[in-house]
């Protein structure tokens, strides 16, 4: 989601604006009509995307693409310190474009670097839950990266040497895993009462 030009930012483009329905002969006799009503138009169009980021870096290019309407809602797990990348964005005070629909619909979540399993998908669940009910989204893009697993090279520092950082978290891919059934499971219209979410114990993160 850190490049301006990237598959979320086209492929939610293509959610918004082209997404126009063809009305075929089968949804003409379904309704009865020679013509589909505007309040069917609009049913029939996606209105509200949940953009979800789950990644170290923030999702910087996806905030920027659509951060003056409201009709993406774009949430970001990342990390946010002084000079971890990207370091020019990320905060919590960036909550959409001011004087613009956009205000109020820019969620960061920034976590500390070594978070595991357990506080992650506590963060997450709590989030999601309440990101589906307040904004009714009709679809939901999710963006998982592999970055934050536990022992990630490139984000710790020890890609071509030696030397740890501690700048990563230290997730595992079930941990990853939960993320995305968790949000599937809403996709398909579970609510969160259905959902079996019980944490990760820490033996297992």
């Known amino acids: 989601g850190f490049c301006y030009v990237s598959d979320v930012v086209l492929a939610i483009h293509r959610l918004l604006h082209g997404h126009s329905q063809t009305i075929d002969d089968d949804m003409l006799e379904e309704h009865n009509n020679d013509s589909i009503s505007p309040a069917i138009q609009r049913n029939l169009s996606l209105r509200r995307v ?55 619909y820019n969620l960061n979540v920034p976590l500390p670097a070594g978070i595991g399993n357990v506080q992650f998908l506590q963060i997450y669940r709590k989030a999601l839950f309440g990101l589906v009910e307040a904004y009714d989204p009709h679809a939901i893009v999710l963006c998982v990266g592999a970055d934050g697993l536990e022992g990630d090279e490139l984000v710790s520092g020890s890609l071509g040497g030696d030397e740890v950082t501690g700048d990563g978290w230290t997730l595992s891919p079930e941990g990853l895993a939960e993320c995305v059934r968790i949000t599937a499971a809403l996709c398909a219209g579970w609510n969160q009462n259905e959902i079996i979410c019980a944490p990760l114990t820490e033996k297992e993160e």
């Open 50 to 104: 949940l953009y979800i980021d789950v990644d170290i870096h923030h999702a910087d290019a996806v905030q920027a693409a659509f951060y003056s309407t409201d009709r993406v809602l774009t949430a970001s797990f990342h990390r946010h310190s002084p000079g971890f990348f990207p370091a020019s964005s990320g905060s919590i005070n960036e909550k959409g474009e001011v004087g613009t629909s956009g205000l109020g």
